[in-house]
C-alpha cells in the first residue's frame, strides 16, 4: 500500500503559486499622453496582469476641462488609482480634485508646462494642446495650486536632449518642469526619452510598488 500513497502524494502536489503582481481589486485607470491612445499603454498592462482596469481616452483636439469632465463621468466615485503618461499626468492632477484618487504614478508629466508650447500657440493658434499646455495655460496655473494629498510617484524620463527646449529635457518635456513638484511628489529618474518610458521594466516596477503600497480595501 505504501507505493499506492507515494504514487498518489506525487501527482497530487501543488506547485507554488508566486504572490500575483497586484493585490488589490482597486481599479487601475491609464491615461494616454497627448495624440497617442490606449494602445499606448500596452506593454506596461502586460506586465501589471491587472484585470479590474479603466482606459480613460481622450482627444487632445479637445478642449482640456471637456476631456476631464468625461473622464470624471467615466470614473465614477469608486476609489481608483491613476496612472498617466505626459498631458495623461496633468489630467492625473486635476482627477484629485473630482473622483476618489487613493495614489497616482505620472509619467514623463510636465507639471510646470511645457515653455516650447507658449510660442508655439502663435504659430499654430488652432491647435489646441499648445493652449493647455503652456506654462501659463489655466490647466497648468490651476494644477498648480491642487493639494496632492495621497501617495504620488513622478517618473523622471533623463535621456533624449533635443536643443531648442534650451534646458535638459528627455525630448519633449524638460527635467525642470516634469520635477516641478517634487517637494510634495515622490520624484524617480531613468534614463529613458519621453516615449521609451511606455516600454520599460523599471517603470512597471515603479508602478507596481507603488499600487501595492496603498491601502488594500
Known amino acids: 500500500m505504501n507505493w499506492f500513497f507515494d504514487v498518489f502524494k506525487n501527482n497530487t502536489q501543488v506547485e507554488k503559486i508566486e504572490e500575483p503582481i497586484i493585490k488589490s481589486k482597486i481599479p487601475i485607470a491609464f491615461i494616454h499622453g497627448a495624440n497617442q491612445s490606449s494602445n499606448s ?28 469632465d468625461n473622464m470624471i463621468n467615466q470614473i465614477g466615485e469608486n476609489p481608483i488609482f491613476v496612472v498617466g503618461h505626459s498631458l495623461g499626468g496633468v489630467y492625473a492632477l486635476h482627477l484629485l480634485k ?11 508629466t510636465p507639471f510646470r508646462g511645457s515653455s516650447a508650447a507658449d510660442w508655439a500657440k502663435y504659430l499654430v493658434p488652432q491647435y489646441q494642446l499648445f493652449r493647455d499646455i503652456g506654462r501659463r495655460a489655466k490647466p497648468i496655473l490651476e494644477g498648480d495650486t491642487i493639494n496632492i494629498t495621497v501617495p504620488w510617484k513622478q517618473i523622471v524620463s533623463t535621456t533624449g536632449s533635443v536643443p531648442y527646449l534650451k534646458e535638459d529635457n528627455d525630448g519633449v518635456c524638460t527635467i525642470g518642469s516634469m520635477e516641478h513638484r517634487n517637494g510634495d511628489m515622490n520624484c524617480v529618474r531613468v534614463p529613458h526619452t519621453h516615449y521609451e518610458v511606455m516600454c520599460s521594466n523599471t517603470v512597471v516596477d515603479e508602478i507596481r510598488k507603488s499600487y501595492n503600497a496603498i491601502k488594500q480595501t
Do not use: K, M
Request: aromatic share 12%; hydrophobic share 35%.
Open 41 to 68: 499603454w500596452n506593454y506596461i498592462r502586460e506586465r501589471l496582469d491587472h484585470s479590474n482596469e479603466v482606459l480613460l481616452d481622450y482627444s487632445s483636439t479637445q478642449p482640456f476641462y471637456n476631456n476631464l
Open 98 to 108: 473630482h473622483c476618489n484618487v487613493v495614489g497616482a504614478v505620472s509619467i514623463s
